[in-house]
T-cell receptor
């Protein structure tokens, strides 16, 4: 069984600043994958970044990067140079042998 | 084609109506999913189809009936729904668990 915990229901950041969203997880599986999804008001879930658990190197996608601490079961998302279009609900998710397990989400508001 | 297409985008139905939601993908993904999402909540898994066979049914009421006519199509038939079934219904597909899911933009369902 897997659980994913996002402890920040809401966060705010000003444009051009950096923000970090937290996520912790628990799994009994050895081979798993971690994801961050973004869901803007337009409602489509968009894959932001993925991390393979057996890779030590943190994943990076343009302004988005993760801090993956496997021993601590922590998988935080850092957004650099925040833009107004980053305003969205962000869901952390894990995928083992079963389906995706989502956290409860963090609503990020980017203000001018 | 790297999209999951859902129709209709919006649907209003009475409690005695019968309607269907449609989902289509042409990425060759062999797993397809139906999720239900309430406002500001994570998606909740309803059904999983793997190689066109129903592999997971998360104890969903029988008023929701899934169908997978072929590897590209997934339907969700709705009958005698309740107002509490009003939600965003998301379809997703995946090639494998390593790459995450590709989501459609959803159908906003309102039951009156």
């Amino acid at each position: 069984a897997q659980t994913v915990t996002q402890s920040q229901p809401e966060m705010s950041v000003q444009e051009a600043e950096t923000v970090t969203l937290s996520c912790t997880y628990d799994t009994s599986e050895n081979n798993y994958y971690l994801f961050w999804y973004k869901q803007p008001p337009s409602r489509q879930m968009i894959l932001v970044i993925r991390q393979e658990a057996y890779k030590q190197q943190n994943a990076t996608e343009n302004r988005f990067s993760v801090n993956f601490q496997k021993a601590a079961k922590s998988f935080s998302l850092k957004i650099s140079d925040s833009q107004l279009g980053d305003t969205a609900m962000y869901f952390c998710a894990s995928s083992g042998y079963s389906t995706l397990t989502f956290g409860k989400g963090t609503m990020l508001l980017v203000s001018p | 084609d790297t999209e999951v297409t859902q129709t209709p985008k919006h649907l209003v139905m009475g409690m005695t109506n019968k309607k269907s939601l449609k989902c289509e993908q042409h990425m060759g993904h062999r797993a397809m999913y139906w999720y239900k999402q309430k406002a500001k909540k994570p998606p909740e898994l309803m059904f999983v189809y793997s190689y066109e066979k129903l592999s997971i049914n998360e104890s969903v009421p029988s008023r929701f009936s899934p169908e997978c006519p072929n590897s590209s199509l997934l339907n969700l038939h709705l009958h005698a729904l309740q107002p509490e079934d009003s939600a965003l219904y998301l379809c997703a597909s995946s090639e494998d668990r390593a790459n995450g899911y590709t989501f459609g933009s959803g159908t906003r369902l309102t039951v009156v």
